[in-house]
């Protein structure tokens, strides 16, 4: 057996679940100090400095490389030790399968499509529901802070700038994060639990929380169940990371067109529709979903005959 291929060793669902959480605290500590440390460097600064340097504009490129490492330190390590402590592979534990057809790409596309107009749908009516005065407050000043950074890191004058943006903050977070939550977490507790819905759901809410943003947590928590439902059905991480890519690049280029205009730039990243558009969304992305499901079951009995 070669460790580069097979896990050493095959630890149950519970203990790959404590160690992956155990990873994951360790792996964020550890990216947070090296990029810190390296950006500290760079920017000849104090650690107590260094959160104010990278939200001024004429740093944003030192901000995308401190984000993208920290993202691939906090998120690769634990996905990297849940394939190796799983039972085969670590390639096929990392969703390493080919894509089976077109039309899977064609379904994802379409649904990276639906998923913008749901998560917008979803942020109109977040902003309707009640919560008291204390909590909206709080809310208030994460999401400014959220936006503080989101635009630090995307301040793009040429099309190089927006081609650095897109694969610090649409790339990298889009290929790390799949392998973590789709790859790493759901599947874990799919393996644990044997309820791979329930897996989705608590996968997404997990995946919507680690953005720590009150009034896109619905938002993402439809995406990441979309993500979910597109691993499950294809049994390959590469289009779970191609729609979460799709999502994040409309973003970022969209940001560089209106750059110029301070009202577009807030409505951009403000991003809601009206409410009601959330049921149209919904019924699309379900029949997309069932039938990515029909496409890819039947791509499967054509490749065993």
Known sequence: MESSTKSLFYFTPAMRMALFLG???IS???????????????????????QQLLLQPEHAKVAQFANALASIIAFGIPSLAAAYLSKGTIKQNMGFAPVQSYHQVGIVILLALTGLILSGALGDLTQKIPIPTDWKITADRL????????????????????????????????????????AGLQKILVDWSGKPHIAILVTAIIFSAF???????????????????????????????????????IGIST???????????????????????VLVALVLAFFLLKRLNIISNESRMEKSF
Do not use: C
């Open 23 to 25: 990873a994951t605290g």
């Open 28 to 50: 964020m500590i550890l990216g947070g100090l090296v990029s810190f440390s390296l950006v500290a460097m760079l920017l000849h600064s104090d650690f107590g400095h260094i």
């Open 143 to 182: 999401e400014a802070q959220y936006k503080k950074a989101l635009l630090a890191m995307t301040q793009m004058k040429s099309l190089f700038d927006l081609m650095l943006a897109i694969i610090a903050v649409a790339v990298i977070p889009a290929v790390v994060e799949e392998f973590y939550f789709r």
């Open 211 to 249: 953005h720590f943003s009150y009034f896109g947590f619905l938002s993402r928590m439809s995406l990441g169940i979309v993500l979910g439902y597109i691993y499950f059905f294809t049994k390959t991480i590469w289009l779970p990371m191609l729609m979460h890519f799709i999502n994040n690049a």
């Open 255 to 277: 940001l560089y067109f209106v750059k110029d205009d301070p009202k577009k730039v807030d409505a951009v990243l403000e991003q809601n529709l009206t409410y009601y558009w």
